[in-house]
């Protein structure tokens, strides 16, 4: 199968760091390179490289967590087989002190929600949130979202339905939003947890629909360095990072395009917040549930995290607040 082109990607602070670890061997650094001209199955990958499977599978996986290969896995002729693919061809490591006057320079700002401070939900089961240091209310029972402890919420998980957010609106008086990133880790939800269960994920931004990802899988059965002491690994354990974009034009996951909806579409201008919903759409193909991740649990430090690229309205800079 041919690689398809990717683009480069800017990295910083604990996933700069996770990534750096990652290619501190000879053999990941190879399986980088072998991965540059085409997809490959797991066994496909272990022949080319004339190492055990074992010794491959562990290499790949530190590859995975760090966010440089993308694991799907699909119907093979004995079940199921793990395709793998390099996700992208350039990395660029903002090192510290410069990411500061980077967004200075490019007019971003940064809005981290965890995942408990959600403003509204509708879920089905299987449903459930835990902390840092257990589970809060009852499993299987939509009303625990309603729990006041929701709000330390480190993971999240539902087999149907939506939670929404409120992001602050918070870019200077007089600028126009250019560009919307959302990052989170997220995956599939399934009892227990699941490597061949997809499932579509939406997001949508002011009740506009700006693309589908869909999770190939549940994914648990190992201790990931973010798992808490007390949860068991029979459990879902971790999930993908993954980037929907809005800019001007179209929307995009992870580079890739997906619809025609642009940041005009969002109706972003004049609004005190943005509304974030992410769900399954009643008319999925593949309803599989969502787990998302905070902080604290799964594979990456990191809430739900939103970048507004803006820069300033001539005709607007005397804009006052009423």
């Known amino acids: 199968m041919a690689?398809?082109?990717?683009?480069?990607?800017?990295?910083?602070?604990?996933?700069?760091?996770?990534?750096?670890?990652?290619?501190?061997?000879?053999?990941?650094?190879?399986?980088?390179?072998?991965?540059?001209?085409?997809?490959?199955?797991l066994t496909e990958l272990t022949a080319a490289?004339?190492?055990?499977?074992?010794?491959?599978?562990?290499?790949?996986?530190?590859?995975?967590?760090?966010?440089?290969?993308?694991?799907?896995?699909?119907?093979?002729?004995?079940?199921?087989?793990?395709l793998v693919s390099k996700r992208y061809d350039e990395i660029l490591f903002e090192l510290p002190g410069a990411a500061i006057q980077a967004s200075a320079e490019e007019n971003v700002v940064e809005i981290s929600m965890p995942i408990g401070n959600y403003s509204?939900?509708?879920?089905?089961?299987?449903?459930?949130?835990?902390?840092?240091?257990?589970?809060?209310?009852?499993?299987?029972?939509?009303?625990?979202?309603?729990?006041?402890?929701?709000?330390?919420?480190?993971?999240?998980?539902?087999?149907g339905g939506y939670v929404e957010y409120q992001f602050p609106n918070n870019i200077p008086v007089g600028a126009e939003i250019q560009e919307l990133e959302l990052s989170m880790e997220v995956c599939s939800e399934?009892?227990?947890?699941?490597?061949?269960?997809?499932?579509?994920?939406?997001?949508?931004?002011?009740?506009?629909?700006?693309?589908?990802?869909?999770?190939?899988?549940?994914?648990?059965?190992?201790r990931t360095s973010l798992t808490p002491d007390w949860w068991i690994t029979d459990q879902t354990t971790y999930g993908l990072l993954k980037r929907w974009r809005v800019d001007q034009q179209r929307?995009?996951?992870?580079?890739?395009?997906?619809?025609?909806?642009?940041?005009?579409?969002?109706?972003?201008?004049?609004?005190?917040?943005?509304?974030v919903r992410i769900g399954i759409k009643d008319d999925a193909r593949h309803k599989g549930g969502v787990n998302l991740f905070g902080r604290k649990f799964g594979n990456y430090p990191q809430d739900i995290v939103m970048h507004l690229r803006y820069q300033f309205d001539d005709n607007a800079r005397h804009y006052k607040l009423q």
């Open 3 to 41: 690689v398809s082109g990717r683009k480069q990607f800017t990295i910083r602070g604990e996933i700069a760091k996770r990534v750096i670890r990652a290619l501190d061997s000879d053999i990941r650094i190879l399986i980088l390179g072998i991965l540059s001209h085409e997809v490959m199955n």
């Open 49 to 82: 490289l004339g190492l055990p499977l074992s010794t491959v599978g562990f290499h790949v996986k530190h590859l995975e967590d760090a966010g440089l290969l993308h694991v799907e896995y699909v119907p093979g002729s004995r079940g199921s087989q793990k």
């Open 120 to 159: 509204h939900f509708d879920v089905r089961p299987t449903c459930g949130l835990a902390s840092e240091t257990k589970i809060i209310a009852m499993l299987d029972d939509p009303r625990s979202f309603f729990e006041p402890d929701h709000v330390h919420a480190q993971i999240l998980w539902f087999g």
């Open 190 to 222: 399934a009892p227990q947890y699941a490597l061949d269960w997809p499932s579509d994920i939406t997001v949508w931004i002011n009740d506009q629909e700006i693309g589908t990802w869909t999770s190939p899988a549940d994914f648990g059965g190992v």
């Open 251 to 275: 929307s995009y996951i992870d580079g890739q395009a997906l619809l025609d909806t642009n940041i005009e579409t969002l109706k972003l201008r004049g609004r005190n917040y943005i509304k």
